[in-house]
């Protein structure tokens, strides 16, 4: 039975030589091959139903290119290396080429090409097995699309199994796709999604990979090349150390150009000539293989975009469509004062120290991302790595420096973060003024006070009956403070005894309103609501929190209460051209802001945050002296902020807030958190901080800072002789 339909199917193969009709001849060779192939009548019609626009319309899996503020290449996604490219921008070599080695009647069939069906017949039954093929381009096109469009594993088997079933869904969709579409657009299509070897997905990656070229560049041999590969891409690999194959299948592609005319046979002869000469690119695909110094970043933008709801319903999703998707993605971060934030950072502590010293910038008003730097190498490679800090962990675990893909500075999944010490007072005074007690609010601040509150987490200041009795660092702060005093010395009995007045758990909500996330078990369960009051500890930084998340809350008070999303991004495009949008029609990209304080409010914590730096309150008396005098004679602009330590210097933080810029940098060991910095490194930070805020606003306006109302500065305010 098999024999005779077979038979049958090439005598109509042979009446198509004699000049009938195409559609008389699919239609006699359809049935009989279906039979062949077992499928049943219903099988058969739904395996050849496919809308012709559905086709036509199909865009390939493309990279995504993700660029720097300036618009400098960062870093590529992709599953297949692929960019498309219009045939306008392809040598007319390639075009020429790819037709002579894959369809030379490609101009003048409808799809199908009939006759070059019945050699192979020929060929294969001489053969006993499959030696030539007949697919035409238009059909190789077809199956590429069902393939990449394929939702399950069946369904690309189904695209690529080597079945009678396969070749007719192919024929059939391919003579529907030529009523629809030009011959130009069909070979532009192909020559975006044939596979050239080396992880090369349509013409332009393939003229990149090879020859470090754009497609409409390609000469005469080095397009023969590419379209030779297309055929068997590991069998004709140039790259190997024998290149015999590779040449002789150029060489027959070149032939097959003369056979075609589209090339003489002198010039085929000049071809013939010219040796193979590579040019090899390896694409960079993911944050391994971005710039130097930006993978943290390049990781955090990962992150963000495996949260966005508008690219899939889970982070496997959004991730897939990142890598497949074609989107141009312009970043936040600003190459300028990215480096000059590193170059901070490497002039201070070595990439082999095992303490990570980092800094994270935001643009208060935006959320936008301009820098983050820290002495490690964005890599997964720790051979090399030194031992680990951690006495119980060294002799089965190499430390985390210099090489770690951890997100040390925020942004990513995997790390709780660091306590900040001092810095977290911020929240005490937020809450206080917010409940209107004003700056001027003063309190006789001993050298150790004991509170209502047990002791707690990470705190072994405890007195009579178990409670919690914090302590000065030194007895220069013994006496009656205000915010001002308060918070520029940092005093911690102050601090403690106005947490009582408004509530530890006001605090802990504050906290959480500028953006703070509890990321371990502990903090978590003392951060409930049921809690929340008793963490007394809170105003002293016993939390873990990230370099991102304290530069942003920061960035907040900077810009009078405007809390923005940290923000990756600048924009993004889809493979149109067209900005992507979320359900609602918003820019996905566009800053995501509110305002969760009064403005007085904010401006009243950012008068005393002056007195940190030696800038001085617009409106009280700082004290006479500061935690970090020389910020200001270094920044030489209007500069708050607020320095931190822990118990025993086991992490060193400060927080420089400008209205241009806000910058939170921290010392710590991330692999041992009982490791101490020590006092020598507790100023880093500071340092750090203060010359990259200098070096950075220097390209920026000056701006100052707009004083708080009588309200919110209180009665017994004393005018400083500086002014915003």
């Known amino acids: 039975?098999?024999?005779?339909?077979?038979?049958?199917?090439?005598?109509?193969?042979?009446?198509?030589?004699?000049?009938?009709?195409?559609?008389?001849?699919?239609?006699?060779?359809?049935?009989?091959?279906?039979?062949?192939?077992?499928?049943?009548?219903?099988?058969?019609?739904?395996?050849?139903?496919?809308?012709?626009?559905?086709?036509?319309?199909?865009?390939?899996?493309?990279?995504?290119?993700?660029?720097?503020?300036?618009?400098?290449?960062?870093?590529?996604?992709?599953?297949?290396?692929?960019?498309?490219?219009?045939?306008?921008?392809?040598?007319?070599?390639?075009?020429?080429?790819?037709?002579?080695?894959?369809?030379?009647?490609?101009?003048?069939?409808?799809?199908?090409?009939?006759?070059?069906?019945?050699?192979?017949?020929?060929?294969?039954?001489?053969?006993?097995?499959?030696?030539?093929?007949?697919?035409?381009?238009?059909?190789?096109?077809?199956?590429?699309?069902?393939?990449?469009?394929?939702?399950?594993?069946?369904?690309?088997?189904?695209?690529?199994?080597?079945?009678?079933?396969?070749?007719?869904?192919?024929?059939?969709?391919?003579?529907?796709?030529?009523?629809?579409?030009?011959?130009?657009?069909i070979l532009e299509r192909y020559l975006n999604v044939a596979y050239f070897g080396h992880r090369a997905y349509g013409i332009l990656a393939a003229a990149e990979v090879y020859f470090s070229k754009k497609p409409g560049d390609l000469t005469v041999p080095e397009a023969a090349l590419l379209a030779g590969l297309v055929q068997a891409p590991s069998s004709y690999d140039p790259s190997g150390s024998d290149a015999k194959a590779a040449t002789t299948r150029r060489d027959y592609v070149i032939d097959r150009m003369v056979d075609l005319k589209y090339l003489s046979r002198a010039d085929a002869a000049t071809a013939h000539g010219v040796p193979i000469a590579l040019k090899l690119t390896e694409p960079p695909n993911d944050c391994l293989a971005t710039r130097p110094g930006y993978g943290f970043f390049c990781a955090m933008f990962r992150s963000w975009w495996a949260d966005q709801p508008v690219f899939g319903a889970n982070s496997t999703e959004r991730l897939d469509t990142l890598r497949r998707g074609g989107y141009n993605i312009v970043t936040s971060i600003d190459p300028r004062v990215q480096d000059i934030a590193q170059a901070q950072i490497n002039k201070r502590e070595k990439s082999r120290s095992p303490y990570a010293l980092g800094q994270v910038a935001?643009?208060?008003?935006?959320?936008?991302?301009?820098?983050?730097?820290?002495?490690?190498?964005?890599?997964?490679?720790?051979?090399?790595?030194?031992?680990?800090?951690?006495?119980?962990?060294?002799?089965?675990?190499?430390?985390?420096?210099?090489?770690?893909?951890?997100?040390?500075?925020?942004?990513?999944?995997?790390?709780?973060?660091?306590?900040?010490?001092?810095?977290?007072?911020?929240?005490?005074?937020?809450?206080?003024?917010?409940?209107?007690?004003?700056?001027?609010?003063?309190?006789?601040?001993?050298?150790?006070?004991?509170?209502?509150?047990?002791?707690?987490?990470?705190?072994?200041?405890?007195?009579?009956?178990?409670?919690?009795?914090?302590?000065?660092?030194?007895?220069?702060?013994?006496?009656?403070?205000?915010?001002?005093?308060?918070?520029?010395?940092?005093?911690?009995?102050?601090?403690?005894?106005?947490e009582q007045r408004v509530g530890a758990d006001s605090a802990v909500r504050m906290a959480e309103r500028l953006g703070l996330h509890w990321r371990t078990s502990i903090d978590q369960q003392l951060a409930s609501p049921a809690r929340a009051k008793g963490w007394g500890a809170f105003t002293l930084g016993v939390a873990d929190t990230?370099?991102?998340?304290?530069?942003?809350?920061?960035?907040?008070?900077?810009?009078?209460?405007?809390?923005?999303?940290?923000?990756?991004?600048?924009?993004?495009?889809?493979v149109h051209g067209k900005p992507v949008v979320d359900d609602k029609g918003v820019d996905v990209a566009k800053p995501r802001c509110a305002q969760v304080l009064s403005p007085d409010v904010a401006r009243g914590a950012v008068d005393a945050a002056r007195c940190v730096t030696g800038y001085k309150a617009a409106t009280g008396d700082c004290g006479g002296w500061s935690t970090a005098s020389r910020v200001f004679s270094t920044v030489r602009r209007p500069v708050a902020g607020k320095s931190g330590t822990t118990d025993d210097d086991r992490t060193a933080w400060f927080v420089g807030m400008t209205p241009g810029l806000t910058i939170a940098g921290f010392i710590a060991d991330p692999d041992n958190p009982l490791h101490r910095v020590g006092a020598g490194n507790a100023s880093k930070p500071r340092e750090t901080v203060a010359d990259t805020l200098h070096d950075s606003l220097a390209a920026m306006p000056w701006r100052g800072f707009t004083p708080p109302s009588p309200q919110i500065v209180g009665k017994k305010a004393v005018k400083s002789s500086r002014g915003l």
């Open 1 to 185: 039975m098999i024999a005779r339909t077979l038979r049958v199917a090439g005598g109509f193969l042979a009446l198509l030589r004699t000049g009938l009709i195409v559609g008389l001849a699919v239609a006699a060779l359809i049935y009989p091959l279906a039979a062949v192939s077992g499928m049943g009548a219903k099988k058969g019609a739904d395996a050849l139903v496919m809308p012709p626009d559905a086709l036509r319309q199909s865009m390939p899996a493309q990279t995504s290119h993700v660029y720097s503020a300036d618009g400098a290449l960062l870093a590529q996604f992709y599953e297949e290396y692929r960019t498309y490219t219009p045939i306008a921008s392809m040598s007319p070599n390639i075009q020429h080429a790819i037709v002579a080695a894959e369809d030379a009647r490609f101009w003048e069939h409808h799809g199908v090409d009939f006759k070059g069906v019945a050699r192979a017949f020929v060929a294969n039954q001489k053969a006993g097995g499959v030696s030539q093929g007949a697919s035409t381009i238009t059909m190789q096109y077809v199956r590429n699309v069902l393939r990449d469009t394929a939702r399950t594993p069946a369904e690309v088997n189904e695209a690529t199994e080597q079945t009678g079933a396969r070749k007719l869904r192919e024929m059939k969709l391919a003579l529907e796709l030529e009523k629809h579409m030009s011959k130009q657009e």
């Open 546 to 574: 990230t370099p991102m998340e304290m530069a942003n809350a920061f960035a907040t008070v900077v810009a009078d209460g405007v809390h923005c999303e940290p923000t990756p991004v600048v924009s993004i495009t889809d």
């Open 362 to 498: 935001i643009e208060p008003g935006t959320g936008l991302v301009r820098a983050m730097a820290v002495n490690r190498v964005y890599s997964l490679d720790r051979a090399s790595n030194g031992p680990h800090s951690d006495p119980r962990q060294r002799k089965r675990l190499r430390g985390n420096y210099p090489n770690t893909v951890n997100p040390l500075l925020g942004g990513g999944d995997g790390m709780a973060g660091y306590q900040a010490g001092s810095t977290f007072k911020m929240f005490t005074m937020l809450a206080a003024l917010e409940q209107g007690l004003p700056l001027s609010t003063s309190i006789y601040s001993p050298k150790t006070v004991q509170t209502k509150y047990k002791t707690g987490r990470s705190s072994s200041a405890h007195c009579g009956n178990d409670f919690w009795c914090p302590s000065n660092a030194s007895d220069s702060m013994t006496g009656r403070q205000t915010m001002w005093s308060g918070f520029g010395k940092s005093v911690n009995t102050y601090w403690v005894q106005l």
